[in-house]
Protein backbone atom coordinates (compact mmCIF):
# COMPACT_ATOMS: atom_id res chain seq x y z
CA UNK A 1 0.00 0.00 0.00
CA UNK A 2 1.43 3.68 -0.83
CA UNK A 3 0.76 6.03 2.04
CA UNK A 4 0.95 9.49 2.02
CA UNK A 5 1.16 12.87 3.98
CA UNK A 6 -1.59 15.55 4.12
CA UNK A 7 1.46 18.17 3.41
CA UNK A 8 -0.67 20.90 6.16
CA UNK A 9 -0.92 18.80 9.01
CA UNK A 10 1.23 15.72 9.07
CA UNK A 11 4.69 16.45 9.78
CA UNK A 12 6.24 18.22 12.72
CA UNK A 13 10.12 19.34 12.84
CA UNK A 14 11.73 18.86 16.15
CA UNK A 15 14.34 19.24 18.34
CA UNK A 16 15.59 16.13 19.42
CA UNK A 17 17.08 12.85 17.75
CA UNK A 18 14.28 9.85 16.52
CA UNK A 19 11.43 10.17 14.23
CA UNK A 20 8.27 9.54 15.79
CA UNK A 21 5.65 8.26 13.31
CA UNK A 22 1.76 7.41 14.29
CA UNK A 23 0.05 5.20 12.29
CA UNK A 24 -3.40 6.89 11.47
CA UNK A 25 -6.29 5.11 10.24
CA UNK A 26 -3.80 2.40 8.93
CA UNK A 27 -4.77 -1.10 8.76
CA UNK A 28 -3.16 -4.65 9.19
CA UNK A 29 -2.63 -5.01 5.49
CA UNK A 30 -1.04 -1.14 5.60
CA UNK A 31 0.98 -1.92 8.64
CA UNK A 32 2.22 -5.42 7.11
CA UNK A 33 2.90 -3.77 3.56
CA UNK A 34 4.72 -0.84 5.50
CA UNK A 35 7.00 -2.91 7.45
CA UNK A 36 10.14 -3.56 4.62
CA UNK A 37 10.31 0.29 4.44
CA UNK A 38 10.28 0.50 8.72
CA UNK A 39 12.55 -2.23 8.80
CA UNK A 40 15.25 -0.18 6.91
CA UNK A 41 14.86 3.03 8.45
CA UNK A 42 15.02 1.92 11.95
CA UNK A 43 18.81 0.72 10.73
CA UNK A 44 19.52 4.05 11.02
CA UNK A 45 17.44 5.95 13.01
CA UNK A 46 15.78 5.98 16.29
CA UNK A 47 12.13 5.42 15.90
CA UNK A 48 9.20 5.69 17.73
CA UNK A 49 5.86 3.37 16.62
CA UNK A 50 2.70 5.44 18.10
CA UNK A 51 0.08 2.88 16.93
CA UNK A 52 -3.33 0.70 18.22
CA UNK A 53 -3.50 -2.02 20.60
CA UNK A 54 -4.28 -5.22 18.04
CA UNK A 55 -1.64 -3.89 15.80
CA UNK A 56 1.30 -3.56 18.09
CA UNK A 57 2.77 -7.17 17.77
CA UNK A 58 3.20 -6.15 14.12
CA UNK A 59 6.00 -3.94 14.95
CA UNK A 60 7.66 -5.61 17.46
CA UNK A 61 10.38 -7.26 15.57
CA UNK A 62 11.43 -3.83 14.59
CA UNK A 63 14.42 -2.17 16.14
CA UNK A 64 11.91 0.79 17.30
CA UNK A 65 10.11 1.83 20.39
CA UNK A 66 6.53 1.03 20.05
CA UNK A 67 3.80 2.85 21.74
CA UNK A 68 0.23 1.69 21.82
CA UNK A 69 -2.26 4.10 21.48
CA UNK A 70 -6.25 3.89 21.66
CA UNK A 71 -7.85 3.29 18.52
CA UNK A 72 -9.54 6.79 18.81
CA UNK A 73 -6.13 8.56 18.61
CA UNK A 74 -5.23 6.36 15.54
CA UNK A 75 -8.72 7.48 14.12
CA UNK A 76 -8.39 10.80 14.49
CA UNK A 77 -4.62 12.49 14.50
CA UNK A 78 -5.93 15.66 15.07
CA UNK A 79 -5.14 15.32 18.29
CA UNK A 80 -1.12 15.36 18.27
CA UNK A 81 -2.07 18.81 16.03
CA UNK A 82 -2.87 20.86 19.19
CA UNK A 83 -1.03 17.96 21.48
CA UNK A 84 2.62 18.19 19.62
CA UNK A 85 4.32 19.66 22.96
CA UNK A 86 2.78 18.15 25.69
CA UNK A 87 2.27 14.54 24.43
CA UNK A 88 5.09 13.72 22.18
CA UNK A 89 7.52 16.51 23.07
CA UNK A 90 9.36 19.05 20.46
CA UNK A 91 12.49 18.18 22.20
CA UNK A 92 12.15 14.74 21.85
CA UNK A 93 12.04 13.70 18.24
CA UNK A 94 13.41 15.61 14.88
CA UNK A 95 10.37 14.59 12.89
CA UNK A 96 7.17 13.35 13.45
CA UNK A 97 4.58 11.46 10.79
CA UNK A 98 1.08 10.92 10.62
CA UNK A 99 0.79 7.83 8.17
CA UNK A 100 -2.48 7.48 6.72
CA UNK A 101 -2.93 4.83 3.79
CA UNK A 102 -6.00 6.63 2.77
CA UNK A 103 -5.63 8.82 -0.81
CA UNK A 104 -2.60 7.33 -1.83
CA UNK A 105 -3.30 6.22 -5.31
CA UNK A 106 -2.43 8.02 -8.29
CA UNK A 107 -5.21 8.05 -10.46
CA UNK A 108 -5.47 9.78 -14.18
CA UNK A 109 -7.99 12.10 -14.83
CA UNK A 110 -9.76 9.01 -16.22
CA UNK A 111 -9.51 7.24 -12.88
CA UNK A 112 -6.95 4.38 -14.20
CA UNK A 113 -3.83 3.97 -11.87
CA UNK A 114 -1.17 5.92 -13.83
CA UNK A 115 2.17 3.99 -11.93
CA UNK A 116 2.65 1.21 -9.73
CA UNK A 117 2.44 2.38 -6.03
CA UNK A 118 6.39 2.36 -4.84
CA UNK A 119 7.17 1.16 -1.67
CA UNK A 120 4.79 2.62 0.64
CA UNK A 121 5.65 5.44 2.28
CA UNK A 122 9.76 5.36 1.05
CA UNK A 123 9.31 8.20 -0.53
CA UNK A 124 8.04 11.16 2.14
CA UNK A 125 10.60 9.96 4.99
CA UNK A 126 13.08 9.53 2.32
CA UNK A 127 13.94 5.57 2.58
CA UNK A 128 14.34 2.79 0.60
CA UNK A 129 12.72 -0.65 1.81
CA UNK A 130 14.73 -3.11 2.70
CA UNK A 131 15.67 -5.21 -0.61
CA UNK A 132 16.56 -9.03 1.78
CA UNK A 133 13.26 -8.40 4.10
CA UNK A 134 11.72 -11.99 5.05
CA UNK A 135 8.44 -11.50 6.48
CA UNK A 136 8.42 -15.40 7.72
CA UNK A 137 11.57 -14.41 9.14
CA UNK A 138 10.12 -11.41 10.79
CA UNK A 139 7.16 -12.92 12.76
CA UNK A 140 9.54 -15.90 13.79
CA UNK A 141 7.84 -18.32 11.50
CA UNK A 142 9.05 -21.86 10.83
CA UNK A 143 8.25 -23.69 7.16
CA UNK A 144 4.52 -24.00 6.99
CA UNK A 145 2.71 -26.79 8.55
CA UNK A 146 -0.77 -26.88 6.50
CA UNK A 147 -3.77 -28.51 8.58
CA UNK A 148 -7.28 -29.40 7.06
CA UNK A 149 -9.26 -25.52 7.59
CA UNK A 150 -10.08 -23.21 5.33
CA UNK A 151 -10.19 -19.31 6.76
CA UNK A 152 -13.50 -17.18 5.43
CA UNK A 153 -12.68 -13.61 5.82
CA UNK A 154 -15.12 -12.03 3.76
CA UNK A 155 -15.36 -8.62 5.52
CA UNK A 156 -13.15 -5.23 4.87
CA UNK A 157 -12.75 -1.94 6.74
CA UNK A 158 -14.46 -0.67 3.86
CA UNK A 159 -18.26 -2.45 3.48
CA UNK A 160 -17.79 -1.66 -0.34
CA UNK A 161 -14.77 -4.25 -0.22
CA UNK A 162 -16.63 -6.66 1.78
CA UNK A 163 -18.74 -9.75 -0.05
CA UNK A 164 -22.24 -9.62 0.79
CA UNK A 165 -22.86 -11.41 4.09
CA UNK A 166 -24.97 -14.38 2.16
CA UNK A 167 -22.74 -14.15 -0.51
CA UNK A 168 -20.03 -15.40 2.34
CA UNK A 169 -22.61 -17.65 3.72
CA UNK A 170 -23.13 -19.44 0.95
CA UNK A 171 -19.24 -19.97 0.85
CA UNK A 172 -18.93 -21.28 4.52
CA UNK A 173 -21.62 -23.75 4.05
CA UNK A 174 -20.35 -25.34 1.03
CA UNK A 175 -16.57 -24.93 2.22
CA UNK A 176 -15.42 -28.09 4.63
CA UNK A 177 -13.72 -27.09 7.41
CA UNK A 178 -14.59 -23.52 7.31
CA UNK A 179 -13.37 -20.68 10.28
CA UNK A 180 -15.90 -17.63 9.75
CA UNK A 181 -13.36 -14.83 10.45
CA UNK A 182 -15.40 -11.95 11.34
CA UNK A 183 -15.07 -8.74 13.34
CA UNK A 184 -16.64 -10.54 16.25
CA UNK A 185 -19.16 -8.06 16.44
CA UNK A 186 -22.44 -9.90 18.02
CA UNK A 187 -24.39 -10.49 15.14
CA UNK A 188 -21.94 -13.16 13.69
CA UNK A 189 -21.28 -14.69 17.45
CA UNK A 190 -22.42 -18.22 16.69
CA UNK A 191 -20.01 -18.44 14.06
CA UNK A 192 -17.57 -16.07 14.76
CA UNK A 193 -13.68 -16.69 15.87
CA UNK A 194 -12.15 -13.45 15.90
CA UNK A 195 -14.28 -13.16 19.00
CA UNK A 196 -12.19 -15.35 20.65
CA UNK A 197 -8.60 -14.14 19.16
CA UNK A 198 -7.62 -11.48 21.49
CA UNK A 199 -3.82 -11.44 20.02
CA UNK A 200 -1.77 -10.73 16.82
CA UNK A 201 -0.12 -13.58 17.37
CA UNK A 202 -3.37 -15.68 17.62
CA UNK A 203 -5.08 -14.77 14.39
CA UNK A 204 -1.08 -15.21 12.43
CA UNK A 205 -0.98 -18.65 13.70
CA UNK A 206 -4.91 -19.62 12.12
CA UNK A 207 -4.05 -17.91 8.88
CA UNK A 208 -0.49 -19.08 8.68
CA UNK A 209 -1.38 -22.47 9.47
CA UNK A 210 -4.14 -22.73 6.47
CA UNK A 211 -5.24 -25.39 3.77
CA UNK A 212 -6.46 -22.22 2.29
CA UNK A 213 -7.86 -18.45 2.99
CA UNK A 214 -10.71 -17.13 1.19
CA UNK A 215 -10.33 -13.26 1.47
CA UNK A 216 -11.18 -10.06 -0.37
CA UNK A 217 -9.14 -6.98 -0.15
CA UNK A 218 -8.72 -6.60 3.47
CA UNK A 219 -4.98 -6.93 6.03
CA UNK A 220 -5.56 -10.89 5.68
CA UNK A 221 -4.97 -11.12 1.99
CA UNK A 222 -1.68 -8.65 2.74
CA UNK A 223 -0.80 -11.38 5.73
CA UNK A 224 -1.47 -14.41 3.03
CA UNK A 225 0.87 -12.49 -0.22
CA UNK A 226 3.37 -11.82 2.88
CA UNK A 227 3.72 -15.11 4.09
CA UNK A 228 2.98 -17.42 0.57
CA UNK A 229 -0.31 -18.70 2.33
CA UNK A 230 -2.74 -20.14 -0.35
CA UNK A 231 -5.09 -17.49 -1.19
CA UNK A 232 -8.67 -16.89 -3.48
CA UNK A 233 -9.38 -13.63 -3.08
CA UNK A 234 -12.58 -11.58 -4.68
CA UNK A 235 -11.74 -8.14 -5.49
CA UNK A 236 -14.22 -5.29 -6.89
CA UNK A 237 -13.37 -1.39 -6.38
CA UNK A 238 -9.43 -2.04 -6.04
CA UNK A 239 -7.11 -3.67 -8.80
CA UNK A 240 -5.50 -7.06 -6.84
CA UNK A 241 -1.99 -6.63 -8.62
CA UNK A 242 -1.17 -3.04 -7.14
CA UNK A 243 -2.63 -4.49 -3.96
CA UNK A 244 -1.04 -8.29 -4.06
CA UNK A 245 1.92 -7.95 -6.45
CA UNK A 246 4.04 -5.63 -4.24
CA UNK A 247 4.96 -8.26 -2.18
CA UNK A 248 6.36 -10.40 -5.24
CA UNK A 249 9.74 -8.26 -4.57
CA UNK A 250 10.01 -9.73 -1.13
CA UNK A 251 8.35 -13.55 -2.44
CA UNK A 252 9.15 -13.70 -6.22
CA UNK A 253 7.65 -17.09 -6.84
CA UNK A 254 4.41 -15.64 -5.20
CA UNK A 255 1.11 -16.76 -6.72
CA UNK A 256 -2.87 -16.19 -5.89
CA UNK A 257 -6.26 -17.18 -7.07
CA UNK A 258 -8.03 -14.04 -7.56
CA UNK A 259 -11.26 -12.97 -9.20
CA UNK A 260 -11.56 -9.63 -10.10
CA UNK A 261 -15.55 -8.73 -9.96
CA UNK A 262 -16.66 -6.44 -13.00
CA UNK A 263 -20.16 -4.56 -13.94
CA UNK A 264 -21.84 -3.47 -16.71
CA UNK A 265 -22.95 -0.07 -15.06
CA UNK A 266 -19.38 1.21 -14.28
CA UNK A 267 -15.78 0.84 -14.41
CA UNK A 268 -14.47 -1.28 -11.94
CA UNK A 269 -11.94 -1.07 -10.28
CA UNK A 270 -12.80 2.00 -9.61
CA UNK A 271 -11.13 2.61 -6.32
CA UNK A 272 -13.62 5.07 -5.24
CA UNK A 273 -12.52 7.71 -7.96
CA UNK A 274 -15.21 9.92 -8.20
CA UNK A 275 -15.05 10.24 -12.15
CA UNK A 276 -15.52 5.98 -12.11
CA UNK A 277 -18.06 3.67 -10.25
CA UNK A 278 -18.19 5.44 -7.13
CA UNK A 279 -20.37 8.69 -7.08
CA UNK A 280 -21.42 10.69 -3.91
CA UNK A 281 -20.86 7.45 -1.84
CA UNK A 282 -23.47 5.09 -4.11
CA UNK A 283 -21.90 2.54 -6.44
CA UNK A 284 -22.93 4.03 -10.05
CA UNK A 285 -24.43 6.53 -8.13
CA UNK A 286 -27.35 4.88 -7.37
CA UNK A 287 -26.31 1.17 -5.58
CA UNK A 288 -25.94 1.57 -2.08
CA UNK A 289 -23.81 -2.18 -2.47
CA UNK A 290 -21.19 -2.18 -4.78
CA UNK A 291 -22.56 -4.17 -8.31
CA UNK A 292 -18.61 -5.97 -9.01
CA UNK A 293 -18.86 -8.12 -5.42
CA UNK A 294 -22.27 -9.75 -6.74
CA UNK A 295 -22.34 -13.16 -7.33
CA UNK A 296 -23.17 -12.71 -10.87
CA UNK A 297 -20.21 -10.13 -11.52
CA UNK A 298 -17.52 -13.01 -9.11
CA UNK A 299 -19.08 -15.49 -11.44
CA UNK A 300 -19.79 -17.62 -8.23
CA UNK A 301 -21.63 -20.90 -8.48
CA UNK A 302 -22.93 -22.78 -5.72
Known amino acids: MFYHLNKDTCAYDGEGEGIALLMEVCGIGDD ?32 AEIVKVSNKICENGEIFDTEWDEKIGKKRFKKFYKLTCWGGWQCDAQG ?21 FDYKKYFGLEERIEKEHTVLAFESAEQWRSLYEEIAKKIFDTTPNCVWLTDGSKKYEHRSLMAKMETFEELLRLVYSAKKVISVDNGISHLCAALEVPLK ?68 TF
Open 233 to 300: AYFGLTQHTFILDQYKKYNPELQYDVTQGTSNECNAPCNRHPDRGMIGGLCSGKYRRANCMTEQALSL
Open 112 to 132: YYSSYPRDQFSEIIHCNADED
Open 32 to 63: ISALPVLSELCKTEKVTIYTRYFHAPIFKGLN
